[in-house]
């Protein structure tokens, strides 16, 4: 491609809602530009970019056997409502009516529509296992879009969905696709981790993301000092503490603690650890037609997860209450405990379980009581992990250390079951000639969602950084004078020879100053720069190396093969 021809409109300001170094430059290089909130134009530089991803996905679904398709983006409203996930999902779908006054939803991701397809198409266990994908727009309306193509509202996703006739079968389609998975990110130059999700109501295992390691990531997750664990905060659990601090022991009274509100407080005044009192966090919880006050109780040196206690409630939202709300229903903010199961529904944290020494509220103004023993609420109370790791607690697996760290969720791998499959009657006839509902997986993986990625872990102060894999062009020519006869005829022949060998290779020949030009095409992030310029009458041109920054002359003659070496 010649750079004078090219449409590619870098600029020196970037988007003034833009923070992250990833949707800076795609935006100043002149790979994207915004057409409202969460919505991107892809530019020529971009859409190479993404081909690039889209054909690594390719290759890598093949050796897997699955099979691309391409389903509608467009998807009825109806199907949704089968699922039941029309309600779910809340305002990030898109609805509309056509002119027949037909609902329709702009698909967010493709479970009913996949179902759809192939429900009354395969009828036999004998056509299974099948696994068919799609490369897609996809559009969720979400809250807050931000930080370029990180989070947008159309963005494109790889989602892959897989049908079989027994969970053993799912099992080994679940670990092919982790692999293929770890592969294509491994292609295209990442650093990730493969971490154990959320897997929401549904429960069990069976849910991995693939997190990219970037501290501008949003998800933060939990990895293990000694042995390959790592979750996502939301699903990560832990070992029972190893030494605990020395308990307070007491008879069970109720002592008067007036002010005494907080959990610092508390512990201050009876000088226990935090670990020996019960913190209560009062949220509201929102179900489909209703919403009710429940009290989470962990102990006080641990904190409320709140995707773990949306699961253990199964609600659509959590939100916060005022301490009016409380009082409205007779409890004393301040002074809520565990030991009175009357005034609104308990979730009490498994670590609680059989706990003893204990200080709670009294659920009376200025009283707490001390020397409580969980183990009366063991038949009386719904216990359930919701309270969330810490750095420093103990590995599930192993007797390692847990640390943080941030990722970019990039893909979320997750098996199904007969979640959809069931309300959509989708069925098969077993080797019994019984009728069964398909045993199902999901695999997502967001394409633009990874151009970005690539460029928060490959960038410095001038640009995007591309690795080999993702670069939209391998090699840059850049003649500086382009009034120079001599430096054209060696440019535009090195440019020549490198096309023949299907190198993709960009031909800088804008009649711009040296310096204007070289900003650009760090900015852009071209592996391999070729500058022809003043040294050209002594044979030797440069090669810059964007990762390095670094330049080496070499012989004219000899800069080709020097090339086809490096790509
Ligand atoms: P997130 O927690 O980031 O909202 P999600 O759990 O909603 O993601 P999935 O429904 O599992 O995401 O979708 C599969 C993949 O699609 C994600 O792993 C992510 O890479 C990508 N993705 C999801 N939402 C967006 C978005 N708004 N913009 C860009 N990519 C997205
Ligand atoms: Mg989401």
């Known amino acids: 491609m010649r750079r004078s021809r090219a449409f590619i409109p870098t600029t020196k300001e970037a988007p003034s809602d833009a923070t992250l170094p990833s949707h800076i430059f795609l935006a100043r290089a002149g790979f994207i530009t915004q057409v409202a909130a969460g919505l991107y134009n892809y530019l020529p530089l971009a859409k190479r970019v993404i081909r690039k991803i889209e054909n690594i996905v390719n290759e890598e679904m093949a050796k897997v056997g699955a099979q ?16 039941g996930r029309i309600e779910k999902f809340g305002k990030e779908l898109l609805r509309f009516k056509d002119r027949k006054n037909n609902l329709f939803v702009l698909g967010p991701t493709h479970e009913e529509m996949m179902v759809d397809l192939v429900r009354n198409r395969v009828t036999s266990y004998k056509n299974l296992p099948l696994n068919l994908y799609q490369i897609k727009t996809k559009f969720r309306d979400e809250a807050r879009p931000r930080f370029g193509l990180m989070r947008g509202r159309e963005f494109i996703m790889k989602d892959a969905y897989s049908f079989h006739a027994s969970t053993e079968d799912l099992d080994r389609e679940f ?9 294509i990110l491994t292609r295209l130059g ?3 981790r493969v971490v154990e999700a959320d897997s929401g109501a549904i429960g069990g295992s069976g849910s991995k993301e693939l997190m990219v390691i970037a501290d501008s990531g949003e998800d933060t997750i939990a990895i293990c000092s000694k042995c390959e664990y790592g979750a996502n905060i939301e699903a990560a659990s832990r070992s029972a503490r190893a030494s605990v601090p020395e308990a307070p022991e007491a008879d069970f009274n109720k002592f008067l603690t007036p002010d005494i509100k907080t959990i610092d407080e508390l512990a201050e005044f009876f000088k226990v650890d935090p670990y020996y009192t019960v913190k209560c966090v009062a949220k509201r919880v929102v179900y489909e037609d209703e919403s009710e006050v429940v009290l989470f109780f962990v102990r006080g040196c641990d904190n409320l997860q709140e995707v773990k206690a949306l699961n253990a409630t199964e609600a659509l939202d959590i ?3 005022t301490e009016e709300e409380l009082k409205e229903i007779g409890l004393e903010p301040g002074f809520i405990g565990p030991l009175d199961q009357v005034k609104a529904k308990h979730v009490i944290d498994s670590d609680l379980k059989g706990a003893t020494n204990m200080i709670c509220g009294a659920n009376e103004d200025g009283y707490h009581f001390i020397g409580v023993d969980m183990s009366i609420l063991d038949d009386v109370a719904y216990f359930a992990d919701i309270a969330e790791v810490n750095e420093g607690d103990i590995c599930p697996y192993c007797d390692g250390e847990l640390s943080f760290t941030k990722g970019i969720e990039v893909g979320h791998i997750f098996k199904l079951g007969t979640t959809y499959s069931k309300p959509l009657k989708a069925e098969f006839l077993d080797e019994n000639g019984k009728s069964q509902p398909f045993i199902m997986g999901t695999y997502g993986m967001g394409i633009s969602r990874l151009v970005a990625s ?15 894999e993702t670069a939209p062009y391998m090699v840059n020519i850049m003649i500086n004078n382009i009034k120079n ?4 005829e060696a440019g535009e022949a090195l440019y020549e020879q490198l096309q ?3 190198v993709e290779v960009m031909l800088d020949d804008r009649k711009e100053r040296f310096g204007f030009k070289m900003k650009d095409a760090e900015l852009i992030g071209f592996p391999y720069t070729v500058i022809v310029g003043k040294e050209l009458v002594d044979g030797n041109v ?4 964007r990762a390095t920054k670094t330049k080496e002359s070499m012989s004219v003659t000899t800069i080709f093969d020097r090339l086809m070496e490096l790509v």
């Open 190 to 192: 990442l650093d990730f």
């Open 68 to 83: 691309e398709v391409e389903l509608s983006f467009v998807t009825p409203a109806g199907l949704w409502a089968e699922s």
């Open 500 to 502: 023949n060998a299907n």
């Open 454 to 468: 690539v460029i928060e872990q490959h960038h410095d102060e001038s640009g995007c950084i591309w690795t080999k």
């Open 175 to 183: 670990e092919a696709m982790e692999v293929a998975y770890k592969k």
């Open 485 to 488: 006869k001599a430096q054209v």
């Open 542 to 545: 440069q090669l810059f190396d």
């Open 319 to 321: 939100v916060d209450v």
